[in-house]
């Protein structure tokens, strides 16, 4: 067992997310949120193997230098964990079961590596290009054993990582360093646009296979129960007939101001509202993010800031399909002691977020109108 971060144990796994006031400051996340379902390993990258197997022409064995040979690649992306907003779910609607996140677990990164698809085409795939919807990448992560299940694993169909546009990489950089230990070292999935239960971090496994991967986390969790299925009892039934989120969906939410907070209006009577949004999947870029004050009557479109505007330099030629929108609108509000503000983000394909989705057990997937609530405007 290599040496691990026991300060988080397994029944205590670090679980942390900035505020979102700070978390938007940035276009490049510094500082983002950690997940983990078990203590933090501390591996070494130069004895660190992966291994790719299953339905591939010839079993490979590569070193995170065999890694840095294959052709690298950046991304700009956000990875976002499915119970982001979860306490809006459980305090809006009814109690869910899981962390009780705010709007935090999320960052966006610039992330480099090899495609995920040069490595698979490396080992040769045993499959044909029209049996790529049927299969399937499944990750895993044997280095320390999680508080469900004795290994971390998750998968994604094999034609998201074969398509040459979905940039899914084995990431061994964030943000132009090498990755830290909490955040995957020395390698780690990253899968622009789905679930960051997908991006398996310290990974040590690949394996093409014909069903999802087994483990506990893409099985009995990350999924979208029906209402029904309302208790640990009634969920039992319901996993294996739900699908795995994969891709998640449009969202936006509001940081500045902040719920219950105390807002000054400029000369002409407006309030700043500013946010994130990201887009469903593979739809992106963020196509328009509109702010209400009246409960939804008026949309005020909201100034989408660019990269550059962010401070980012050299980010030209990287994609931002993948990437969230920080965004910004100056609104005309009233004096008032409980102002309501919505945001509503739409995407590049259409997708817009709705008011409210509807109420499930794990709280996951929380996609309602971005939200500050009694804003004392003065
Ligand atoms: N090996 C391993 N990979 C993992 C996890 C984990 O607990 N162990 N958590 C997953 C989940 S649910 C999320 S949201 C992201 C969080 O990544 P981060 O900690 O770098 O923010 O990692 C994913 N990969
Ligand atoms: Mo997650």
Redesign the pocket.
Known sequence: MPHSDYSYTGSEPLNEEPPVSELISTFITKK???????PIPHLDASKHRISITGLVKQDLSLSISDLKSLPQHSVICA?Q?AGNRRHTMRTKLKEVSGIDWFDG?V?NCKWTGPLLRDALEKAGLELSSDQYDSAHVAFA?HQTP?QDDEW?GASIPLSRAMDTKSSVLLALGMNGAPLPA???APVRVVTPGVA??R????LDKITVQMEESENFYQQHDYKILPPEADSKENAEGWWGKVPAIQDMPVNSVIGVPKSESKVTRDGEGRVEVKGYALPSGADGPIAKVEVSVDGGKAWTDAELLGAEEEGQEGQEGVELKWAWCLWKAKIEVPKSKNVTIWSRATDTAGNTQVRCPEWNFRGVAYNGYGEATDVEVV
């Open positions: 983002g949120y950690d997940r983990n379902h078990g990875l964990c677990a960052m992560c999680c971390y909490n955040h995957g960051g239960a991006s398996v971090k310290w």
